[in-house]
């Protein structure tokens, strides 16, 4: 009887189910330290912890190949529940597409999304260029270079879309994220870069970088001297990212149920909702019902665009 329980006791511990979460839960970021995600994550974690006050979160960044790295850290580790991943679109998504992910969306659970970053074109201060009509008779005129943050991600979507709108081609160069991109357009290293709205809304305000175009249908609260791209007549020039959460679809049904409880208070906390406005970081929670549909959806309509022009 004894062998038995001590069976059954490691049995328990192995699987994460004994009273759960009785040690630190790592929070897995797919891109550097310092960036608009990191810090949806940082600020979900210090969150978190006024819920599970017994556990303890720590951000553990895996940057790299558009997030893929990050994306197939989170697949790997043990579905105990202690491994936590934050996810964006489209990278998420494109890597599936074009088969050089190891995971399929099948494999995780949608917890929920966080947040969502409109997508921006944004040009040195300096820079002749002040609207997209501008934008195309400089690129048509000379070949431009335009920073986009890794192949597949969603400003190299929308650069993509917006030469195949416009019959332009500009000179690519993909970074490693968006402190990168920052420094490339602020010291005039690139004549325009796509990028999201929170990395660059700072710079914009403060004369260090030019927002041109918001790639939305509506101007953003925080951001109403900015015209969209629908705005300036380019009505299919849209481009969001959303920030969502993700486990391991095989982590036990109970410790699912508690992750996205946890995720549902987040999300409601004040708290967290102030900090987040103060950042940049704009909230549009949805639940995982909701999002898994919605990130099918992105699936669908990403395989209709690299079907057309691959990468």
Request: glycine share 6%.
């Amino acid at each position: 009887m004894r062998q038995l329980w001590a069976i059954l006791f490691a049995a328990l511990i192995a699987t994460g189910s004994w009273a759960y979460p009785n040690r630190t839960i790592s929070l897995v970021v797919p891109s550097k330290a310092g960036g608009s995600t990191d810090a949806t994550a940082r600020i979900f974690a210090e969150t978190a912890k006024k819920y599970w006050k017994d556990a303890d979160f720590i951000v553990v960044n895996k940057p790299g190949a558009g997030g893929m790295i990050g994306f197939e850290y989170t697949k790997r580790q043990r579905p105990d529940g202690y491994t936590i991943g934050l996810m964006f679109t489209p990278q998420f998504i494109a890597h599936i597409v074009s088969k050089q992910a190891s995971y399929t969306l099948d494999d995780f659970t949608i917890v929920g999304n966080v947040a969502e970053d409109p997508g921006i074109v944004v040009v040195p201060v300096d820079s002749p260029i002040k609207n997209l009509d501008d934008l195309v008779a400089a690129a048509k005129a000379d070949k431009l270079t335009a920073s986009v943050n890794g192949i597949g991600s969603d400003d190299f979507l929308a650069a993509k879309n917006f030469e195949s709108l416009t019959g332009v081609s500009f000179n690519l160069v993909p970074t490693k994220g968006s402190t990168e991109q920052k420094a490339a357009v602020m010291g005039s290293h690139v004549d325009v870069a796509f990028m999201n709205l929170s990395q660059m809304l700072s710079q914009h305000n403060a004369g260090q970088a030019r927002i041109i175009a918001i790639l939305s249908k509506k101007r953003s609260d925080v951001a109403s001297d900015i015209a969209t791209s629908v705005e300036q007549g380019y009505p299919k020039l849209l481009m969001t990212a959303t920030r969502g959460i993700v486990i391991r679809n095989d982590v036990d049904k109970s410790i699912q149920e508690k992750i996205v409880e946890l995720y549902s208070k987040v999300v409601k906390d004040p708290e967290f909702q102030e900090r987040c406005a103060k950042t940049y970081i704009f909230l549009d929670p949805m639940d995982g019902a909701t999002y898994k549909t919605y990130l099918q959806e992105l699936q669908d309509n990403t395989q209709k665009v690299y079907d057309i022009s691959p990468w």
